[in-house]
C-alpha cells in the first residue's frame, strides 16, 4: 500500500513538472553552415544630383586647366551614395526580404550572395509602417532559402542566431538569448520587436533572426547604443508580422490593412477605476472618426475596446496590430466597456490606405469664423483638486492658441504638491488644457467643473475623470483624489 502510494506520488510529480528549457547547442556551426547560403548582402545606390555651389573659375580657351576643373566640378555635381545592408531569400524563384531603410531612395539594388554571385534586384513592394520591403532577383538556378517559423511562440530566454552584413564585412553569425518581448521603440504604430542580445550592428539590418529549429523568426532592423555598435540591445520585427505584411506586398505591390476610425490612448489604473472597469486592459476610444466604420458601428468615445473578432485587446498598442490583420469589408464583432458593462458591436472595417489617400488629397477645411467678443469670465478654484478654472474667452484663446471650435472651461492655474500638480507632474493634464466632460457629463461654465468635482468628493468617488481637448485633440485623463 505505502509502495503504491510512494509510485503515485513519484508518478504526480513527474506530471506536473515544469518542462525542462532546451540546452545551449554544443555548436551553432551546424546550423551557420546549412542557413547562410540563403542570407544575402544587399547594396543599394543613389545619385544626388547637387547644383552648383561655386561658379568653375573662368580660365583662357584651350587651357590645360579648363577640362580639369570641368572633371572636379561635374564629379562634385553628380555623386553616388551607397549603402550596405542585409536580406534573405524566401523563395527559391528569387524573392527576398530586407527593410525599407535599407532600400529606401536607391536607384539601383544589387543582392550579393556567399557564393560570390551578384544579381540586380527590382522592388516588388515595401511598407513605411512595419520598415519591411520585398526584392526579385532572377536567377538561372533555384536559389538557397530559409522559412518563417511561429514567432508567437518564442519565449523568453529561447536561443536564437543572427546572420548578416554588419558594417559591409560579408556573411556575420552572432547568437544570443531573447530578452524580451512585445518592445515598443516608437518606430511605427505597430511595434511589437523581439529583444535580444544577439550582436547586431550597422549592416545587419534586413537580416534573419533564427530559432534553433533554423526557422526565421524576426527580421533584424534596429539596435540601441550610444555608440553606434551593439550592446547587446537590438531588436527584430517578429515573424508573425513579417509573414503577414509580406504575403500582401507579394501579392499586391502594396498593404491592405483594416482601419475602424478611432483615435485611442492607454487606460491607466486611474482611467479604469474611473471608467467602473476592474483593472486596467483595453484601448480607450478618444475620438472617432467622422463617417468611419466606428461611428458606423455606434462606438463612442470613452467606450473601451475589449476584444475584435474574438482576440483580447491587451493594451491600447495591440489594437492597431489586431485590425489591421482584419479583413476588410467584412463584419466584425466588437467588445466595448460603456456605462459599466460590457456590450458587442458588429463593425465592418475598411482600407486604411484608401483613408490615407482621402485625408492626403483632401481639401483643407476653411477657418471657422472668429468669434464674437465676450466677457472675461470670472475663475473658480476647484479646491479638491488644487487647480483654478476658467470659461472661454478671446483672451484665453489667444493666450494658450485653443482654436475657435473648441467649447469648454479652460485650466488656467495648477498648484505644486496637490491631486492636480501630481497628474500635471505625468503630463496626464497641463494649464492650457480644455475641459470638455467631468465624469463623463458636458461642462460649460467654470463652476459646473467645481460642483462636478465636489459630487465626486461626497460620493467617495477616489477618481474623477476628466475628457480633454488639448491642441485639437481629444483625451481622457484621470485624476486622483487626495494624491
Given amino acids: 500500500m505505502k509502495s503504491f502510494v510512494l509510485r503515485g506520488v513519484i508518478a504526480a510529480l513527474v506530471l506536473t513538472a515544469p518542462a525542462a528549457a532546451k540546452p545551449a547547442p554544443d555548436s551553432f556551426s551546424g546550423l551557420a553552415a546549412k542557413l547562410s547560403p540563403a542570407v544575402v548582402n544587399i547594396s543599394t545606390s543613389q545619385k544626388i544630383e547637387r547644383p552648383d555651389v561655386n561658379e568653375m573659375p573662368q580660365f583662357p580657351p584651350g587651357s590645360p ?6 572633371d572636379y566640378y561635374d564629379q562634385k555635381r553628380d555623386s553616388q551614395v551607397t549603402s550596405l545592408g542585409s536580406g534573405f531569400v524566401i523563395d527559391p524563384q528569387g524573392l527576398i526580404v530586407t527593410n525599407n531603410h535599407v532600400i529606401e531612395g536607391a536607384d539601383e539594388i ?11 534586384a527590382e522592388l516588388v513592394g515595401k511598407d513605411e509602417k512595419t520598415d519591411l520591403a520585398v526584392l526579385r532577383v532572377k536567377s538561372a538556378t533555384p536559389l538557397p532559402s530559409v522559412s518563417f517559423g511561429d514567432s508567437d511562440k518564442v519565449l523568453v530566454g529561447d536561443w536564437v542566431m543572427a546572420i548578416g552584413n554588419p558594417f559591409g564585412l560579408g556573411g556575420t553569425v552572432t547568437a544570443g538569448i531573447v530578452s524580451a518581448r512585445n518592445r515598443d521603440i516608437a518606430a511605427g504604430p505597430y511595434d511589437d520587436f523581439i529583444q535580444t542580445d544577439a550582436a547586431i550592428n550597422r549592416g545587419n539590418s534586413g537580416g534573419p533572426l533564427f530559432d534553433m529549429d533554423g526557422n526565421v523568426i524576426g527580421v533584424n532592423s534596429a539596435i540601441i547604443s550610444p555608440s553606434g555598435g551593439s550592446i547587446g540591445i537590438g531588436f527584430a520585427i517578429p515573424a508573425s508580422i513579417v509573414k503577414h505584411t509580406v504575403d500582401q506586398l507579394i501579392q499586391f505591390g502594396e498593404t491592405r490593412r483594416a482601419w475602424i476610425g478611432v483615435r485611442i490612448q492607454v ?8 471608467l467602473g472597469l476592474n483593472k486596467a486592459r483595453g484601448a480607450l476610444v478618444a475620438e472617432v472618426t467622422p463617417g468611419g466604420p466606428a461611428e458606423k458601428a455606434g462606438l463612442k468615445p470613452q467606450d473601451v475596446i475589449l476584444s475584435f473578432e474574438g482576440r483580447e485587446i491587451r493594451d491600447s498598442r495591440s489594437l492597431p496590430r489586431i485590425v489591421a490583420d482584419g479583413e476588410i469589408g467584412k463584419a466584425a464583432s466588437i467588445e466595448v466597456w460603456r456605462d459599466g458593462a460590457s456590450q458587442t458591436l458588429s463593425i465592418t472595417p475598411e482600407r486604411l490606405e484608401d483613408f490615407e489617400k482621402r485625408e492626403a488629397g483632401g481639401e483643407s477645411a476653411p477657418p471657422p469664423p472668429a468669434p464674437t467678443a465676450e466677457p472675461e469670465a470670472g475663475a473658480v478654484r476647484v479646491e479638491a483638486l488644487g487647480m483654478t478654472v476658467a470659461e472661454m474667452t ?9 482654436g475657435a471650435e473648441v467649447q469648454g472651461v479652460v485650466i488656467t492655474d495648477i498648484g505644486q504638491d496637490t491631486p492636480a500638480g501630481m497628474a500635471a507632474s505625468e503630463g496626464r493634464i497641463r494649464v492650457g488644457d480644455v475641459i470638455v466632460e467631468v465624469g463623463q457629463q458636458e461642462v460649460a461654465t467654470a463652476q459646473a467643473v467645481a460642483d462636478k468635482v465636489d459630487e465626486a468628493v461626497k460620493g467617495n468617488s477616489r477618481v474623477v475623470l476628466f475628457l480633454l481637448n488639448r491642441g485639437g485633440d481629444l483625451s481622457f485623463a484621470a485624476i486622483r483624489l487626495g494624491e
Fill in 65 to 70: 586647366y579648363e577640362d580639369m576643373f570641368k
Fill in 267 to 274: 487606460v491607466t489604473p486611474e482611467l479604469a477605476e474611473g
Fill in 110 to 120: 544589387t543582392v550579393n550572395f556567399p557564393d560570390g554571385a551578384s544579381l540586380k
Fill in 394 to 402: 478671446d483672451a484665453l484663446r489667444e493666450r494658450f492658441s485653443i
